[in-house]
């Protein structure tokens, strides 16, 4: 009997001894281990969803006009004129004193042509107006000259039309009044596509001369 007592005791004080020691801390190592995951049952891999085909890029000047909504035409519509660049249209006033097409021409303006070659383009004739357009890669400007057969002083409102990073941009110009018989040009250095005459009428007699 009191060798099981010893025994038991002995245990016992074992027990409370190792109860007694020290947790040890944990480390770095311990504290980074990843946690185990539990199993999630494999889902089917949905289909792989194809993604949808960009628009062909434009391949020509006239594509990517259509393709900025431009109507890439020399035409008369609404009341305006509108000139691509390498043509001349000629419009006369009808009785209401709107724009009507009579013609377009391919040609040449003087100003654009290398040193030496001649205009292409001969008057626009009594009783109509002729308005062109044209380029210069080598000079880099654009040009627009204006024939007026009319009798009397013409003034219009103009805008020109360009293509900028595939965007088309439109700007207002300042016009001024053509003197009966007579001709106007100007220039800028931008890669001008097309210009748009609005609001044709004979010029009041305040209106400033072209120059």
Same mark, same amino acid.
């Given at each position: 009997?009191?060798?099981?007592?010893?025994?038991?005791?002995?245990?016992?004080?074992?027990?409370? #001894?190792?109860?007694?020691?020290?947790?040890?801390? &944990?480390?770095?190592?311990?504290?980074l281990? @990843? %946690?185990?995951? !539990? +199993? =999630?049952?494999?889902?089917?891999?949905?289909?792989?969803?194809?993604?949808?085909?960009?628009?062909?890029?434009?391949?020509?000047?006239?594509?990517?006009?259509?393709?900025?909504?431009?109507?890439?035409?020399?035409?008369?519509?609404?009341?305006?004129?509108?000139?691509?660049q390498?043509?001349?249209?000629?419009?006369?006033?009808?009785?209401k #004193?709107?724009?009507?097409?009579?013609?377009?021409? &391919?040609?040449?303006?003087?100003?654009?042509? @290398? %040193?030496?070659? !001649? +205009? =292409?383009?001969?008057?626009?004739?009594?009783?109509?107006?002729?308005?062109?357009?044209?380029?210069?890669?080598?000079?880099?400007?654009?040009?627009?000259?204006?024939?007026?057969g009319?009798?009397?002083?013409?003034?219009?409102?103009?805008?020109?039309?360009?293509?900028?990073?595939?965007?088309?941009?439109?700007?207002?110009?300042?016009?001024? #009044?053509?003197?009966?018989?007579?001709?106007?040009?100007?220039?800028?250095?931008?890669?001008?596509?097309?210009?748009?005459?609005?609001?044709?009428?004979?010029?009041?007699?305040?209106?400033?001369?072209?120059?």
């Amino acid at each position: 009997m009191t060798v099981r007592t010893g025994l038991l005791l002995s245990l016992l004080l074992a027990g409370a #001894a190792q109860a007694q020691e020290p947790t040890q801390p &944990m480390t770095l190592d311990d504290f980074l281990k @990843p %946690e185990p995951k !539990a +199993e =999630t049952p494999s889902a089917e891999t949905p289909p792989a969803e194809t993604a949808p085909s960009e628009p062909a890029k434009p391949k020509t000047l006239i594509e990517a006009l259509a393709a900025a909504g431009f109507d890439p035409k020399t035409k008369v519509e609404g009341g305006s004129v509108q000139v691509m660049q390498g043509q001349r249209a000629l419009f006369h006033l009808d009785a209401k #004193a709107g724009p009507a097409l009579d013609g377009v021409d &391919m040609g040449k303006l003087g100003a654009a042509q @290398p %040193e030496g070659q !001649a +205009e =292409t383009y001969k008057g626009s004739g009594a009783g109509r107006i002729g308005l062109a357009l044209d380029a210069s890669p080598a000079k880099k400007q654009s040009y627009m000259k204006v024939w007026n057969g009319l009798a009397a002083p013409v003034i219009f409102e103009l805008e020109l039309a360009a293509i900028r990073k595939g965007q088309l941009m439109r700007r207002k110009v300042e016009g001024c #009044a053509v003197p009966a018989g007579g001709v106007h040009g100007q220039s800028w250095p931008d890669p001008i596509i097309a210009v748009t005459v609005s609001k044709v009428a004979l010029a009041p007699g305040d209106a400033t001369p072209c120059s």
